[in-house]
């Protein structure tokens, strides 16, 4: 079991780039988040799924997009980078809402030029 | 706004020593209270969940307590270690029915030094 993984590790782009984080579940989970992580700051949700074929906005969902094709896959994409989304981002699973624990990947830090 | 607050931002210890870490939070409709500990460069693992009902709950050396009347919340660590060095982060949830949004506090990073 790996778990939740997370694919770059680290990615520097150039402002106007874009690009793909790909988050990947063995779990068999329904739910899965993207968080964005920044220093000061608590977590903040950028988008989540409920479900294969499903997607929503969270707390801070401007200039990214999400898609989940796939029960285990969540992608997470910048279309045009910018600056003020240099960040750590963690993924998240859960088997369903309520009690259930988040088990979260171990970030992928982006850096924008 | 609901907001989650947590107290210090960041503490020296050193090893053997207990410690105390302090969370508030403003989060209504209330439905659970968990802490995370975050070792650098990693994901945040779970130590504890609770919900209103629960004021105490602990997971080896670490034990959380729940005042749910003064919406505060407690993470003491005991006989400290240096494993223990990371950071510690308090989430409440909040119950909206539909989806239920969860609120991170910004975290206490906890350096236990030999």
């Known amino acids: 079991n790996a778990g939740v993984t997370q694919t770059p590790k680290f990615r520097v782009l150039k402002t106007g780039q874009s690009m793909t984080l790909l988050c990947a579940q063995d779990?068999?989970?329904?739910?899965m988040y993207w968080y964005r992580q920044d220093p000061g700051m608590g977590l903040r949700l950028i988008h989540y799924?409920?479900?294969?074929?499903?997607?929503a906005k969270g707390e801070v969902p401007d200039g990214y997009n999400v898609s989940r094709l796939k029960k285990q896959n969540f992608l997470l994409g910048l279309e045009s980078a910018a600056p003020s989304q240099t960040s750590v981002y963690f993924c998240?699973?859960?088997?369903?809402?309520?009690?259930?624990?988040?088990?979260f990947g171990p970030g992928t830090r982006l850096t924008v030029l | 706004k609901n907001q989650v607050e947590q107290s210090p931002q960041s503490l020296i210890i050193l090893e053997g020593k207990n410690c105390t870490l302090q969370?508030?939070?403003?989060?209504?409709?209330?439905?659970?209270l968990r802490w995370y500990k975050q070792d650098t460069g990693r994901g945040p693992v779970s130590l504890t969940i609770?919900?209103?009902?629960?004021n105490t709950k602990s997971n080896g050396r670490y034990t959380a307590t729940l005042d749910a009347d003064t919406k505060q919340s407690s993470l003491h660590i005991t006989a400290s270690q240096l494993s223990d060095s990371a950071s510690y982060i308090c989430?409440?949830?909040?119950?909206?029915?539909?989806?239920?949004?969860?609120?991170f506090g910004a975290g206490t990073r906890l350096a236990v030094h030999p």
């Open positions: 779990m068999n989970h329904e739910y």
């Open positions: 989430v409440v949830t909040e119950f909206s029915g539909g989806y239920n949004k969860l609120i």
């Open positions: 609770m919900t209103f009902s629960e």
């Open positions: 998240a699973s859960r088997i369903s809402e309520g009690r259930n624990e988040q088990f």
């Open positions: 799924s409920v479900g294969e074929g499903t997607t």
């Open positions: 969370c508030n939070y403003t989060v209504s409709p209330f439905s659970n």
